[in-house]
């Protein structure tokens, strides 16, 4: 084992060496270990799903597990949710460890047969700032100024080749500006394009989870426009470039003679005329193969053209805030590139001059499909609409879902992001574009299901970025339809970005910076001058069956993960495994929308809950309201209740306990709230007192008095025909962390009223110290509105209360209701 460590690199011995002391691995387990415990590293917000994966060599069976508070040793929950699954990888046996239900907040670490993990956080921030690191790499990426080096380059690009007018064949064309494509200098216009508008389509949705500390060159300082729509900017002006004109169109900058050795951006020196500097050809797009040795399949123009208009039509859209005098010229030029790829359909292929590795995207009808309706977003134009659906049909799945393997960039990109646009933009067809990304997600769903870690994408070049093309269509269909059927394959892919596969490494470079993640990607930035490339989502694994088959591959240190490699699938840290260590541009760019989208819905979990764990306010972003009605004893408003929001054609939110359930008086009543659409469900079955008033923290039933209590409850509403729901609202609404704790155990969510919303005093009578008027109610409601707001805002009124009130809440609902809607609020149904 000395002789053994002693042989390993000072580099990742310390990267190592500190994985362990996180972790709490003893060094002699680490090397000695047959069995490992894979978790995501950056962590799970509380209410994530989370699964860990036990993957072992040997022989063992697991049966339950166990989570550990790290900083007070004491066990905190016994897990016996597992799945166990044969073998895999380089694995004998693997199990699924299911600890979705622990939702409090810390630091904690699995133990199961002896094998304890490496330490996570359960928080509703772990996602905070990750969508803004991602674009260190996109910042270094930066050709012409690149603001990492403080430095200029490629600044002389570039000379036409392959323009029909020989005229202009040869002639310089200012293309400088853009990113580089990944460690190599090439820059392609398809991985560009759609780098553009993935960063411009994250923003749009996802605002408020991007910073401004930097200017539009990419130096230090607030310009106050975001970081990411500076770099959206900074490629849209490169595009513009590549298209100067009408119905002249550039595909690609240099080619593979690029491949001369690793040196910094500023320092390259390749020369690919003797007459023309360092300036480097710029292939003009003609529709037809290209190439000498090894030609290329062009059949068409529309990938390409499809491309420039989406991503003009996008960029006029989301920058028109901050660029209004671009507008005007990105709507032509998007209308002009649309145009064109109708006249002009097929593919385009970039080129290869020394080997035969090309970007041999064979499909266009998703460019023109995106193209299409995003320019209806543009222009309100519905001839685009009807464009859309007529390409959406001739391609309702991107044809990597399902498939085994693919030409490198076969299918590009790797998530039609038409698909949404239609759903959101096309009534008529909603539900038709819905299928198409569902049909997607069930095949990668289904190839998934025989593996620990649900992993059913292929293992070809680029694996990581048709993880995140995936990750982000099974992101959209969820926002689209609330249908959560495949929320926990889509929390496997996630996990597996972030260290839940077999090597236990992160994919995206310094990300987490103090856990397992690529330290020694392919790069000259960190082969040669040890500069990190933070942010940069590296290729990922391939099949062990292409590795061997690459031409150029040597290993230059000893494989950390030699133990976890196989036939099957093999990824390294190594700077000299290009096919699986090479972060690129548009990968990175791609994992925008989906980091901002989980910073996002953690956000608004953030938002929804107290500090004892309960849920009292949904989509603080959106102007809902949801009306929380609950009974025990008192029925009398009822039948108002029912009238009242009938007329409004609104939904509210029922909770009723066992006996009131029970009571034949309230039968009719029951059965109109269940016709009417709204939502029942448990308020408790014998409506318990379950923690003092005076000292929260300490209770008054046992958790298996509280289990048989609730679950009579929900076998009440069964009898009434009425499903349990995911709800579950306490009785008196008050309870502490253990009774939220235990609501999960039993799979319901325990919600409460918006502390500050005051209408849950409706209960109180003039006798009582406590007692609120309902004009006093009233008002301070309104109030509370004026000053905050009352988006997502949970209202709770009873739905009778003693008689010794006069003045009830429930026959002013019809003025509450109303307000609420002049004031632009919605009332909603619980989801």
């Not at 689209?480 to 495949?486: A, H, I, P």
């Not at 110290?769 to 209202?795: A, C």
Request: proline letters at 4%; one cysteine or more.
């Amino acid at each position: 084992m000395a002789n053994f460590f002693g042989m390993i690199p000072i580099r990742f011995k310390l990267t190592f060496c500190l994985y362990l002391i996180l972790s709490g691995t003893s060094i002699f387990n680490a090397f000695g270990q047959h069995s490992w415990i894979r978790i995501n590293q950056l962590g799970y917000t509380e209410k994530d799903i989370k699964v860990a994966v036990l993957a072992t060599t040997e022989k063992i069976s697991c049966q339950s597990f166990k989570l550990v508070d790290a900083v007070t040793k004491k066990q905190v929950y016994t897990g016996t949710k597992i799945t166990a699954f044969n073998a895999y990888a380089a694995f004998s046996k693997s199990w699924r460890l299911d600890f979705s239900n622990f939702t409090r907040p810390g630091n904690y670490y699995l133990l199961a047969e002896g094998i304890q993990s490496p330490t996570f956080t359960i928080d509703n921030k772990v996602y905070d700032s990750t969508a803004d690191f991602i674009l260190r790499y996109m910042r270094q990426q930066r050709s012409k100024y690149n603001p990492f080096l403080k430095d200029s380059c490629h600044t002389q690009d570039g000379f036409i080749v392959y323009h029909p007018n020989k005229s202009k064949d040869s002639t310089k064309l200012d293309v400088s500006g853009g990113w580089h494509d990944a460690s190599d200098y090439l820059q392609y216009l398809p991985t560009s394009a759609n780098a553009i508008y993935q960063m411009l389509f994250a923003y749009e949705n996802n605002p408020a989870s991007f910073a401004d500390q930097y200017d539009a060159w990419g130096n230090i300082g607030s310009n106050q426009i975001p970081d990411i729509l500076d770099e959206a900017k900074w490629g849209i002006d490169w595009m513009i470039k590549m298209n100067p004109d009408k119905g002249e169109y550039y595909n690609q900058i240099a080619d593979d003679r690029d491949h001369a050795g690793m040196r910094l951006p500023t320092k390259d020196s390749v020369k690919y005329s003797t007459d023309k500097g360092l300036a480097r050809p710029v292939y003009f797009i003609t529709g037809q193969p290209q190439g000498e040795k090894y030609k290329n399949n062009t059949k068409g123009m529309a990938s390409s053209a499809g491309k420039f208009a989406s991503a003009f039509a996008k960029g006029a859209i989301v920058l028109e805030k901050f660029y209004p005098q671009l507008v005007a010229a990105l709507k032509q030029k998007a209308i002009d590139a649309f145009d064109f790829g109708i006249q002009n359909p097929g593919n385009t292929q970039t080129i290869s001059v020394k080997a035969p590795y090309i970007y041999a995207e064979d499909n266009d009808v998703d460019d023109m499909e995106l193209a299409a309706i995003t320019l209806y977003q543009l222009t309100g134009n519905k001839t685009y609409l009807k464009k859309g659906i007529q390409f959406a049909s001739q391609e309702p799945v991107t044809p990597w879902m399902g498939a085994d393997t693919a030409n490198h960039y076969q299918w590009y990109p790797f998530v039609n992001l038409g698909h949404y646009a239609g759903a959101i933009s096309d009534i008529n067809n909603r539900p038709l574009y819905i299928s198409f990304l569902q049909m997607g997600i069930k095949k990668v769903v289904e190839k998934g299901k025989g593996n620990p870690f649900l992993n059913g994408v292929p293992f070809i070049w680029c694996s990581n970025n048709l993880t995140v093309g995936i990750l982000t269509q099974m992101h959209l269909y969820r926002k689209l339809t609330g249908d959560n059927t495949y929320a926990e394959p889509e929390a496997a892919l996630r996990d597996w970005l972030f260290g839940c596969n077999p090597w236990g490494t992160s994919m995206i470079c310094d990300l987490p910076e103090k856990g397992i993640a690529p330290k020694d990607p392919h790069s000259a930035f960190t082969h040669l001058y040890k500069y990190k490339i933070s942010g940069g989502v590296v290729d990922g694994p391939v099949y062990g069956s292409i590795w061997k088959k690459l031409i150029g591959i040597t290993l230059y240190e000893p494989d950390e993960f030699e133990i976890f490699q196989s036939q099957q699938v093999v990824y390294h840290d190594d700077y000299g495994d290009y096919s699986t260590n090479e972060p690129t541009m548009d990968g990175t760019a791609s994992l925008s929308y989906y980091l901002s989208a989980l910073q996002k819905d953690a956000h608004q979990q953030a938002a929804q809950f107290d500090n004892q764990g309960a849920i009292i306010k949904l989509n603080p972003e959106q102007k809902k309201i949801y009306l929380l009605f609950s009974a025990h004893e008192f029925a009398d408003g009822g039948t108002t209740i029912v009238h009242t929001l009938r007329k409004h054609k609104a939904k509210g939110n029922f909770f009723f306990t066992g006996d009131f359930l029970r009571n034949k008086n309230n039968e009719h009543l029951i059965n109109q709230i269940k016709l009417n659409g709204h939502y029942i469900g448990s308020h408790s079955n014998k409506h318990l007192l379950y923690a003092d008033w005076e000292k929260r923290d300490s209770l008054l039933v046992t958790s298996e008095i509280f289990e048989q209590d609730l679950k009579a409850s929900i076998l009440a509403l069964e009898n009434r025909g009425i499903k349990k729901g995911n709800w579950f609202l306490p009785p008196y609404e008050w309870y502490n962390k253990d009774i939220v704790q235990w609501s999960n155990d039993n799979n319901l969510t325990l919600i409460n009223f918006t502390p500050g919303t005051g209408t849950n005093s409706d209960y109180t009578y003039p006798t009582l110290k406590n007692y609120k008027s309902t004009d006093e109610i009233i008002k301070k409601l309104f109030e509370l509105e004026r000053n905050f707001g009352l988006n997502g805002n949970l209202l709770l009124i009873h739905l009778g209360t003693d008689r010794r009130r006069h003045d009830k809440l429930y026959n002013r609902l019809n003025e509450i209701i109303i307000r609420l809607k002049k004031l632009g609020y919605r009332i909603e149904k619980l989801p």
